[in-house]
């Protein structure tokens, strides 16, 4: 909306100062270039005001015209292109890519999702995974433990740690009753409700003792005195943190092993944008190239020979599926000539 408002308020200034040019303009000539002018304007307001329409009527706060599913990504700070979020999960051991998808414009929703589809994937009853703070969410490391997942995702720090005030973990929290101690000794009360943020939803805890409190200058700059919030899934974000901390050497090879890959795509091999447009043709492209890589990969793992034999044990046991195939599927056909196959649906119950 900002876009548009930007974009009509500069056409309307235009039209103006055409107008007015075209009052006092007495030269034919010059009527008529400033008429094409004006016009062009005009037309220019009608695109964007269907534009906005169109961006009303879509419920989303944002649109792309280039690309419907692409939206705005934050690059550094104040960078921003527009485009997809590729996430990958890959695995300790090997450093092949697993999984991939495009995701949203930000890291906070994808931890459950691609973590839950690995493991899915790789057919385990349970999993360990790794990573950085744009993933750490209490409700997303939620849902991996009820999972059988453990996160050890880098803790964020809350808000409070870096206004120069009483931090959060200044404030002693008792399970049991469900209240918070202040650095003043005083009892923080909740009313029960929980509040909607951006991320996450959180339970606030007051207390009425903060006027004429000694210490209240170091504690908050509030009128209404000092209040902590606390994310209803705040257990999970301490236990998360625990672990991380508990066990440092460990969450640090999440460096070691998935920024390698991405290092070797984008440096090495220039994928640094993609070439498609919509959701399912950019993770098409991104399934080719991880592709690539992961048999690139397997050559160092494996050597060639050994690759070679088991993709061809591979071929043997396809052809065997394609057999079962046809006798299931008499509307699917098929072609071979020396293993490469060519699909043909004739017709798709």
């Not at 309307?12 to 010059?30: F, G």
Request: proline letters at 2%; one cysteine or more.
């Amino acid at each position: 909306q900002k876009k548009i408002d930007f974009h009509k308020d500069y056409i309307d200034a235009k039209i103006n100062e055409y107008l007015e040019a075209l009052d006092s303009e007495e030269s034919l000539e010059k009527r008529v270039e400033i008429e094409s002018k004006l016009a062009h304007q005009k037309k220019n307001k009608i695109k964007f005001e269907a534009i906005e329409k169109e961006l009303f009527d879509s419920g989303e706060l944002q649109i792309s015209k280039t690309d419907p599913d692409a939206r705005k990504v934050i690059l550094h700070k104040n960078i921003i292109n527009v485009g997809y979020n590729v996430q990958a999960g890959t695995d300790s051991k090997y450093k092949l890519f697993i999984n991939a998808q495009t995701g949203t414009v930000n890291d906070v929703y994808a931890l459950s999702p691609m973590t839950i589809e690995a493991k899915n994937l790789l057919n385990l009853k349970k999993m360990k995974v790794l990573a950085d703070k744009g993933y750490t969410t209490g409700k997303e490391i939620n849902t991996c433990t009820k999972n059988n997942i453990t996160t050890y995702c880098s803790p964020k720090n809350h808000s409070s740690n870096n206004n120069g005030l009483y931090s959060m973990n200044s404030f002693e929290y008792d399970k049991e009753e469900n209240t918070y101690t202040c650095p003043a000794g005083e009892i923080l009360h909740t009313n029960g409700s929980i509040y909607k943020k951006v991320n996450h939803r959180v339970k606030h805890y007051r207390t009425k003792k903060c006027k004429g409190c000694e210490v209240r200058e170091y504690c908050t700059k509030n009128k209404s005195g000092r209040f902590i919030e606390r994310s209803i899934y705040q257990e999970d974000l301490e236990e998360n943190e625990k672990r991380v901390n508990q066990n440092p050497d460990y969450y640090r090879r999440r460096q070691q092993i998935t920024e390698h890959q991405f290092g070797t795509l984008k440096r090495q091999w220039g994928f640094t944008h993609t070439l498609m447009k919509g959701k399912e043709n950019v993770l098409s492209e991104v399934y080719l190239c991880f592709s690539v890589y992961n048999l690139l990969r397997s050559i160092q793992i494996l050597g060639l020979d050994a690759l070679k034999k088991r993709l061809m044990n591979l071929v043997f046991i396809f052809r065997e599926y394609i057999g079962l195939f046809k006798a299931l599927c008499p509307t699917l056909f098929f072609e071979s000539n020396n293993f490469n196959f060519k699909f043909t649906i004739l017709k798709s119950d």
